[in-house]
C-alpha cells in the first residue's frame, strides 16, 4: 500500500487493454485499462480507466442502447485473456493483488523468479544495539473520542518518502521513541537510496536506516542526531503502543496515513477479525482485520485503538479491478503483540532471531491449558510434558488462554529456560524446558 511516484519515464511496464462494450450495459468500448505494474514487487496492482482520443463515454451508450458488442464467444476470449492477464501480472509482482487477491505489501521473495529479487537498500545506515527498544503497554486507558485519538497520536506519525532507482516510494511511518525511532513497512524502504521524513507540521528530515525484516514487512529507521538539534525541542513526539491482544471484534480503531500524499488522513473502523491466518506467498501471516479504510500510501503507518494507543501497522489489503464486484473494508494490520519482539530483535542484533520451539498442543480448558498431546523429541517431551497434564502457570504467570502461553513465548529466545507449572491428577509439578530452534 506504499505508493510509488513517477521520476521521469513511468517506472515499470504498461499494459494496456481495449474492451468492446457488452450488450445491455458494460464497459465504454473506447476505453482503455491501463495496469500500471508498479517497481515495488509489493504494490498494489492499480488499476485506471481512461478515454481512448477520438472516443466518449455518450456514444458508448448509444452503442448499448443498439445492441452492439462483442459476440458471445468472443466475449468469453476476452474475459480469459483478461483473466490470464490478470494473474500474470499478480505472479509477476510477487504478491500484489488483481480481482479479489490479498496484496501483502511485504513478504519473502520467490526464488525463482527474476522479478523478485530483492533490491539493496543504501540508506546511510545507523548503529544497532545503541539501547533502544519498543515497548508494549497493557494497561488501558480511557475511551477517547475521534478527535481525541487524532489530536494525540498524529503528531507522531510521518510521511516517509524515499528515493529509489525507479522512482519515489511514499508509506507511513509512526515514531516510538523521543530521540526519533520510527517504525515503517519494509516495503516502503526497498530498495532506498536516500529517505526522509515529513512531520504533521509539513517539517522534513533526513533519517537514516537501522534494520529491516522482509519477511515480516517491518523496518527501522532512525532521525540522526544532527536532525533533532536543529529542532526547538530536540525531541519528538511519540506514540504509545497498546496490546493488540486485548482487542475484540467490534472494537473502534483508527488508522492515520498519507494515501495518495494526502498527509495526516484519519480514517475510522472497527477490528473486523482477531487473528486472522492470511496465506501468502506460501507462507501464513497472522493479522488483525479491520474495515478502516486503507489506501496507497497507508503502509507503514498506525492502526490505533480507541484509547489512543498504536495496536498494529498497517500492511495490505484486498483490492478489485473488477468495478462491477468492488472490494471495500478489508484491510489488515500487524498486530503489536507481534512487533515487540521483531522490532526490538532488529534493534539489538539487525535481524530477527529464530523463534523457539516448546513442542506442545495446548487448548483453554479447566483450570489452565489442557495439553492435548506433547511432540516427540521435543524439549517438552525431554522435560515430561505428559499429554493430559494442564499448565497452570509458565515463567510465573497465570495461564488462561492460548495467547497468554504465545506472549510468554514471545519474550524468549533458543537456549532460554521456561518453567510451566502443572496440574497433573490433582498434584502440583514444575518442569523446566531449555528451549530449540522452531522448525517450519
Known amino acids: 500500500m506504499g505508493e510509488r511516484e513517477k521520476a521521469g519515464p513511468l517506472p515499470g511496464e504498461i499494459v494496456e487493454v481495449y474492451r468492446a462494450a457488452l450488450p445491455g450495459g458494460g464497459r465504454d468500448p473506447r476505453e482503455v485499462v491501463a495496469c500500471y505494474r508498479q517497481p515495488d514487487p509489493r504494490e498494489v496492482v492499480e488499476v485506471y480507466r481512461r478515454p481512448v482520443p477520438g472516443g466518449t463515454r455518450k456514444s458508448a451508450a448509444r452503442n448499448r442502447q443498439r445492441g452492439r458488442g462483442v459476440p458471445p464467444g468472443r466475449r468469453s476470449g476476452l474475459y480469459r485473456f483478461l483473466l490470464c492477464l490478470a494473474v500474470l501480472i499478480g505472479l509477476t509482482a510477487a504478491g500484489r493483488i488483481v480481482d479479489h487477491v490479498l496484496v501483502r505489501t511485504g513478504g519473502r521473495p520467490q526464488e525463482d523468479s527474476a522479478a523478485h529479487t530483492t533490491a539493496d537498500i543504501t540508506i546511510p545506515s545507523w548503529p544497532v544495539d545503541q539501547g533502544a527498544g519498543l515497548s508494549v503497554s497493557r494497561a488501558q486507558g480511557e475511551p477517547l473520542s475521534a478527535q481525541e485519538v487524532y489530536r494525540r497520536l498524529n503528531p507522531a506519525v510521518v510521511t516517509v518518502q524515499c528515493l529509489t532507482g525507479e522512482g519515489v516510494s511514499i508509506g507511513t511511518g509512526v515514531i516510538f521513541s523521543e530521540d526519533g525511532y520510527i517504525l515503517t513497512n519494509h516495503h516502503v524502504v526497498r ?7 515529513t512531520l504533521d507540521s509539513g517539517y522534513s528530515m533526513e533519517v537514516c536506516f ?39 471484534v467490534g472494537d473502534p480503531v483508527y488508522a492515520i496515513g498519507a494515501p495518495r500524499r494526502l498527509r495526516g488522513t484519519l480514517t475510522n473502523g472497527i477490528v473486523s477479525a482477531i487473528d486472522r491466518d492470511v496465506e501468502v506467498e506460501g507462507r501464513s501471516m497472522t493479522l488483525l482485520q479491520t474495515n478502516a479504510a486503507l489506501n496507497s500510501g497507508n503502509s507503514g503507518g498506525p492502526l490505533i485503538s480507541e484509547r489512543g494507543q498504536v495496536v498494529g501497522i498497517n500492511v495490505a489489503k484486498y483490492m478489485s479491478d473488477w468495478n462491477r464486484d468492488s472490494v471495500e473494508g478489508l484491510g489488515f494490520a500487524i498486530p503489536s503483540a507481534y512487533l515487540e519482539r521483531i522490532v526490538n530483535d532488529l ?41 493430559g497434564d494442564y499448565i497452570i502457570a509458565a515463567q510465573g504467570e497465570e495461564m488462561h488462554t492460548n495467547q497468554d502461553l504465545f506472549r510468554v513465548r514471545r519474550t524468549l529466545y533458543v537456549g532460554d529456560e521456561l518453567t510451566l507449572t502443572l496440574l497433573r491428577e490433582g498434584e502440583t509439578l514444575e518442569v523446566t524446558l531449555e528451549l530449540e530452534e522452531a522448525v517450519d
Open 191 to 197: 530498495g532506498g537510496r536516500q529517505c526522509q521524513v
Open 347 to 387: 534493534l539489538k542484533w539487525g535481524e530477527v532471531q529464530p523463534e523457539p520451539r516448546i513442542g506442545i498442543w495446548v487448548q483453554a480448558e479447566g483450570p489452565g491449558l489442557f495439553v492435548s498431546s506433547v511432540d516427540a523429541g521435543t524439549a517438552a517431551e525431554a522435560a515430561g510434558v505428559r499429554a
Open 210 to 248: 537501522v534494520a529491516g525484516d522482509e519477511d515480516s514487512d517491518l523496518a527501522v529507521l532512525k532521525v540522526p542526531p544532527g536532525e533533532l538539534m536543529q529542532m526547538p525541542l530536540r525531541t519528538l513526539p511519540y506514540a504509545v503502543f497498546g496490546d493488540s491482544e486485548q482487542l475484540v
